[in-house]
Each structure stands twice: as structure tokens, then as C-alpha cells.
């Protein structure tokens, strides 16, 4: 699995929202009434040119299991950039049962991993902001919390829905 920019422009978004319909047909949901928000707002995103945010998809395959809203910025706390995701969303198979909670896992797990990577590179950032869908998401990230000289954390902790790193 890796991450990749999601835009309107060479048509990966239009793909995605394809692909997530197709997959929401499937298991009988209306995909005009299905997550109308979230592509609501991300719509407008998608059309953007990506610098220092954009949508970025983690694509296994052809296909996405996971997309998220990517933003490098200063924020008042640190004194280098930090990257942040947000607006973590999951395919259609995951919201309706069809894929194991097992894989839900490595899907959450893999998008994270290619933050920290946009991070050391194409989005340089020394810390990292990762929204989680939810607080008992926190359970896939406990094992970053032990620390160890193996880590790219230098610090790393969940506060809420969040799960925050600073690189070494």
C-alpha cells in the first residue's frame, strides 16, 4: 500500500468516488445519500492544486481503502511545520461490514505510515497530527507509545482522536 495525491485533475478523485459508489451499491446503500458531507467537503479540496495540502490516497492496488485531507502548517506550539491529517475517511466495504475490523486495522495503520513518510519527504515536516476516526482508534498506535531508540519518534502520544509525533 501507498500513499499518493488524490485530485480532481488527473482524475483520481472521480476514480475513487466511482469505485466507493460501485462498492456502496454492493452492499445496498444509495451512494448520493452515503457520506454526502464528507465528499461535500472534500470536493472543493480535490480541485486544488496540491503545495502544502491536498487529499492524499492510500491505494493498495487499483483500488482505496482510506483517503485523508493532508496540511502542512506552522502551528502556535512548535517552531517547525507540522503535518496534519484529517478527514480520515474509509471505503464503503469497511462502513458496511464487508471488510474484517482486522484489516480496518492495517488500512489505519499503512495511512498513518505514509503521513510520517510525506513528512521526511514531499511534505516536510518535523510533527505529526493524525485524526483518527475515532478515540478507540488509539489502540492501533499504543505500540508507538513505548519508547525506544528504534522509534522515528522522538516523542509520540495520543491526546483524544489524535495521535501526535515528534520526528527525530
Not at 26 to 35: L, R, V
Not at 63 to 80: D, G, I, N
Not at 99 to 115: C, Q, W
Not at 141 to 147: D, I, R
Amino acid at each position: 500500500m501507498h500513499l499518493q495525491p488524490i485530485s480532481e485533475a488527473d482524475k483520481s478523485w472521480k476514480t475513487i468516488k466511482a469505485q466507493w459508489k460501485k462498492e456502496a451499491e454492493t452492499a445496498g446503500e444509495d451512494f448520493s445519500t452515503y457520506a454526502l458531507g464528507t465528499f461535500a467537503a472534500l470536493d472543493p479540496v480535490a480541485l486544488e492544486e496540491a503545495k502544502k495540502s491536498g487529499l492524499y490516497g492510500l491505494y493498495d492496488g487499483d483500488s482505496v481503502p482510506a483517503f485523508c485531507q493532508v496540511h502542512r502548517l506552522l502551528m502556535k506550539r512548535y517552531q517547525t511545520p507540522v503535518l496534519r491529517a484529517r478527514l480520515v475517511t474509509v471505503s464503503p466495504n469497511f462502513d458496511f461490514g464487508i471488510v474484517d475490523a482486522g484489516e480496518y486495522a492495517k488500512v489505519l495503520v499503512a495511512l498513518f505510515s505514509g503521513v510520517v513518510w510525506l513528512s521526511r519527504d514531499a511534505l516536510a515536516a518535523d510533527h505529526v497530527h493524525f485524526q483518527m476516526r475515532s478515540p478507540s482508534d488509539s489502540q492501533f498506535f499504543a505500540a508507538l507509545q513505548v519508547k525506544s531508540p528504534l522509534s522515528p519518534f522522538s516523542q509520540f502520544y495520543v491526546k483524544g482522536s489524535w495521535a501526535i509525533g515528534s520526528l527525530r
